[in-house]
């Protein structure tokens, strides 16, 4: 993994879409509509033996001030992020509607939850019609985590990104965004890997 930021213009072909199939990426999602003008799509994913009602459960708790992120806690860290990961099932992080924010870091605004269903979706971004205006110069995006039930099988678990263009396609900015996406892809797989674990031991 360590390889991985000096060498994502070229790894990121084959990380962009990490673990995920062909029907997975192209397929259409709800969390998909937050953004209407798509330019970038990520879709990772990983296979779970454990029903999608155990993984709901460590999936609700995402976010600072709750769980946490299921990711490296020192890479959070040194990013300015002091979060706790807590593997465990924590009753009063298991409510979570729509309108709720989830922070993702301590100086920035919290990401809404647009669109929620149990044990089968959460989708962060605001919703078509709602724009912030602290955010207006920085491109609309979502991010969604999927809980997928397969016929006879385990369950798939997947993370999925929109991003539309840049609005301000600045040379600030779009350094600012190459180095936004191989930390992304380290922080995501770890998480994905970590619930998986979590999901697997609880089952």
Same mark, same amino acid.
């Given at each position: 993994?360590?390889?991985?930021?000096?060498t994502w213009p070229l790894s990121r072909l084959w990380l962009k879409n990490w673990g995920s199939t062909a029907v997975e990426r192209e397929r259409e999602w709800p969390g998909d509509?937050?953004?209407?003008?798509?330019?970038?799509?990520?879709?990772?994913?990983?296979?779970?033996?454990?029903?999608?009602?155990?993984?709901?459960?460590?999936? /609700?708790?995402?976010?600072?001030?709750? &769980?946490?992120?299921?990711?490296?806690? $020192?890479?959070?860290?040194?990013? *300015? !992020? =002091? #979060?706790?990961?807590?593997?465990?099932? /924590?009753?009063?992080?298991?409510?979570? &509607?729509?309108?709720?924010?989830?922070? $993702?870091?301590?100086?920035?605004? *919290? !990401? =809404? #939850?647009?669109?929620?269903?149990?044990?089968?979706?959460?989708?962060?971004?605001?919703?078509?019609?709602?724009?912030?205006?602290?955010?207006?110069?920085?491109?609309?995006?979502?991010?969604?985590?999927?809980?997928?039930?397969?016929?006879?099988?385990?369950?798939?678990?997947?993370?999925?990104?929109?991003?539309?263009?840049?609005?301000?396609?600045?040379?600030?900015?779009?350094?600012?965004?190459?180095?936004?996406?191989?930390?992304?892809?380290?922080?995501?797989?770890?998480?994905?890997?970590?619930?998986?674990?979590?999901?697997?031991?609880?089952?």
């Amino acid at each position: 993994m360590l390889l991985v930021l000096p060498t994502w213009p070229l790894s990121r072909l084959w990380l962009k879409n990490w673990g995920s199939t062909a029907v997975e990426r192209e397929r259409e999602w709800p969390g998909d509509a937050l953004v209407a003008r798509r330019q970038n799509t990520f879709t990772r994913a990983i296979t779970v033996r454990a029903p999608p009602s155990v993984l709901w459960s460590w999936a /609700v708790q995402f976010g600072l001030d709750r &769980a946490g992120f299921y990711s490296y806690e $020192l890479l959070e860290r040194v990013v *300015g !992020i =002091p #979060v706790k990961n807590v593997e465990e099932i /924590v009753p009063e992080f298991q409510s979570l &509607a729509v309108g709720n924010e989830i922070r $993702l870091h301590p100086k920035a605004r *919290g !990401i =809404p #939850v647009a669109l929620i269903e149990k044990d089968k979706h959460i989708c962060f971004g605001t919703r078509p019609g709602e724009v912030l205006a602290a955010d207006a110069d920085d491109p609309t995006r979502s991010f969604s985590i999927y809980i997928e039930s397969v016929p006879n099988g385990p369950s798939r678990l997947l993370l999925r990104g929109c991003v539309e263009p840049l609005r301000q396609p600045s040379l600030s900015k779009r350094i600012g965004l190459a180095f936004e996406e191989p930390i992304d892809f380290l922080m995501e797989q770890r998480m994905l890997r970590t619930m998986k674990r979590l999901a697997e031991s609880t089952t």
